[in-house]
């Protein structure tokens, strides 16, 4: 025996057993170790939160998120938040709840949670009731619960309340001041237990207003068959929302599905108290204050964690906030802003044109701007330009009034000896008729053909002064359609005695067809007769073997043409671009004006003029003017 141990001097002892499990959770289960550890030096806190319907059953559930999120941001310590839900509360009738305190009971045994936090008043009951045998030393925050509903003589040391105050009053006298016509009310809420309670404590709370209005309730009945009568609500109706938990038919409705539902069938606007049915489904009102019973249930959850007592710590039941309203809501219904009380606050306003694109509209707004004045601007130096071609216009056309007058004072010789010729043959055949006249019996027949010489010398003499008229009366510019074969011929009429009294050959060749185009006569007359008498002096040379000035009137393409060519010595090679400057001219009494008022007239009509040597000898000009289409 001596060399052998006994079974217990081989057995390791407790601390070892400890120190071994420990290792094992560490190698088997990383973050399960971690928790072991943190727990063992009092760092972990299990919160064991207990719902009253269940998670998603609004309006708990948001408390419930609300609290958690605050918990999971304030905790200076790793939080185990482990949650359950009464069953029993959302029924009818509800059944025995000795079944889940035993599972409770099992789950928690000799490991109780270091708080319990109950969410809304069947939470809260069902702790108290059963917290001697769950939870005896656990500290407990009663939240979410409406005072009327803490039961007080339950309440221990260990307990704090976090409670709300419900003023049904204030909410109704609300919907009557928004809506003043209101004569009906229907009550939509739910049959469970707690539904029920709430049923007549709305009754109570309602009865000063019984000669305002009228309280329709929908408790009895089949959400199914609410819906149907609330489409069909009659005139200065509104519908309340109070809760649907469990319908009279006994079915169970989470979230806000059933609000959801009537508020996409109602004819008539929803009102209720319940802040997180609050946004998209009713108009508003005052109601409960979610954020602020968060703040203080988290509050006194991290107080009782961090070692106060909870006899400590106290609040005061919650009220109603302000009135707050959904702005999609009051345009819906068309409730305008005015009818809202004076401290109202009103959300989810949607931005305007001018909010939502302000970055946007204030670059168009500028970019127009600019436009604006560019167009001004614009507009302004279109305006001025006009004055300024008006004005150039009647220079142009004083100009040219000038230069007829000189262009007819060359040719005064010559008007002279047209008029002397008509007017020496009207004498003479006047004479004649009155010598035959006085015979004693005159030769009538012959008498009448003196008369109508003496009749066609007239016009003749009428023509040439009302051919010299036309070229001196000074008129404005003045556009209309002209032949320009006729124009040709009339100038080319007051030029010819001239050309013939220095034996000149002045031929001219017309076009076949008529060549119209948009112009004024006065002015295309006197481009004619200004290049023809230059033609006529170029050569006027008694040493010139042969004097010719052509003109011919000719269609090329879209434009009409008039050449005028001469059998002179031509322009100087380095004065052919110099012809219809201003101010140049090679005769020695010139003024340079007349091809450059010739020039000026021919654009002013959307023309050209040019001119070039002929390869025999002499000038040619050629005028191009659009042809009327």
Known sequence: MSGRRSMASVMPRPAAWLGLGLWLAACILPGTAGAVERSARGELKRVLI???????????????????????????????????????????????????????????????????????????????????????????????????????????????????????????????????????????????????????????????????????WYSDLPFEEILKRAAELPPHTVLFWGLMMVDAAGIIYEGDIALRSLHAIANAPIFSYQDPFFGGNTVGGPMQLTAETSRKTVDAVMRILGGEKPTAIKYEPIGFAAPKYDWRELQRWGISESQLPSNSEILFREPGIWERYRWQMMLIAAILLVQTGLISGLLH???????????????????????????????????????????????????????????????????????????????????????LRSVLKKMPFEIREVELNE???????????????????????????????????VQLQQVVLNVIINAIESVSDEAMKTRDVSVSTARAGNHAEIRIADSGSGIAAGELEKVFDPFFTTKPQGMGMGLAIVRTIVEAHHGTIAAENLPSSGALFTIRLPIIR
Do not use: C
Not at 384 to 413: F, K
Not at 443 to 463: F, G, K, P, T, Y
């Open 381 to 467: 130096e279109r305006q001025r330009r006009r004055v300024a071609e008006v004005e150039a216009r009647q220079r142009l056309a004083e100009l040219a009034h000038a230069n007829r007058y000189s262009a007819v004072g060359e040719l005064t010789t010559s008007i002279a000896h047209e008029l002397n010729q008509p007017l020496g043959a009207i004498l003479t055949n006047a004479e004649t008729a009155e010598l035959m006249l006085k015979a004693s019996s005159p030769d009538l027949n012959e008498v009448r053909q003196i008369l109508a010489d003496i009749r066609r010398d007239d016009h003749r003499a009428s023509e040439v002064i009302r051919r």
């Open 50 to 216: 207990l719902h009253s319907f269940g998670r998603e059953f609004r309006p708990w559930s948001e408390y419930a998120r609300s609290i958690k999120a605050g918990l999971e941001q304030q905790s200076p310590w790793p939080l185990d938040i482990q949650e359950h839900a009464l069953l029993t509360a959302r029924f009818n009738n509800p059944g025995p709840e000795a079944p889940f305190v035993e599972y409770l009971r099992s789950l928690y045994q000799g490991a109780p949670p270091d708080i319990v936090l109950s969410i809304g008043a069947p939470a809260a009951r069902f702790a108290q009731r059963y917290r001697g045998k769950l939870f005896p030393d656990t500290p407990m925050v009663l939240a979410v619960v409406e005072e009327r509903l803490v039961n007080r003589s339950d309440l221990t040391d260990n307990d704090v309340v976090v409670s709300a105050r419900n003023d049904f009053k204030v909410v109704f006298d609300n919907i009557l001041h928004v809506l003043p016509g209101t004569k009906t009310v229907a009550m939509v809420i739910g049959a469970s237990p707690l539904e029920k309670f709430w049923i007549d404590e709305v009754k109570r709370e309602l009865k000063p207003l019984g000669n305002r209005i009228d309280l329709v």
């Open 487 to 521: 124009t040709v011929r009339e100038a080319i009429g007051l030029v010819k005695a001239v050309a013939d009294g220095r034996s000149i050959a002045l031929t001219y060749v017309p076009a076949f067809a008529d060549l119209r185009v948009n112009g004024d006569p």
